[in-house]
């Protein structure tokens, strides 16, 4: 009988994955976000550093920066947490 893999992208075969005709834009990579904004959190598989699977899907709003990174306030049930995540895993979304 097999051990269970304890590892950062453990259980995330349908989440973590490209789709079939993504293409590769530099853009996503270049673009900046005002402090203040709310954003969606998608995770990009194509980049190494992510942030916690998790957090796949949650929207919260950016509070700060950190060199290339964006800080983002996400609700975790109860609690509000610091999510670290450059800009090719946010997507910006419209609150009114």
Not at 5 to 31: C, N, Q
Not at 37 to 44: E, F, K, N, W
Not at 72 to 96: C, M, T, W, Y
């Amino acid at each position: 009988m097999g051990v269970k893999s304890h590892g950062k992208r453990a259980g995330t075969r349908s989440k973590l994955r490209k789709r079939r005709r993504e293409k590769f834009k530099v853009t996503k990579y270049l673009r900046t976000f005002e402090i203040g904004s709310y954003v969606a959190i998608v995770i990009d598989p194509s980049s190494r550093k992510q942030p916690f699977h998790r957090f796949h899907g949650l929207t919260g709003k950016i509070i700060g920066k950190r060199g290339r990174a964006y800080i983002v306030k996400v609700r975790d049930g109860n609690k509000f947490k610091q999510v670290f995540a450059k800009p090719e895993h946010l997507k910006e979304i419209k609150v009114s």
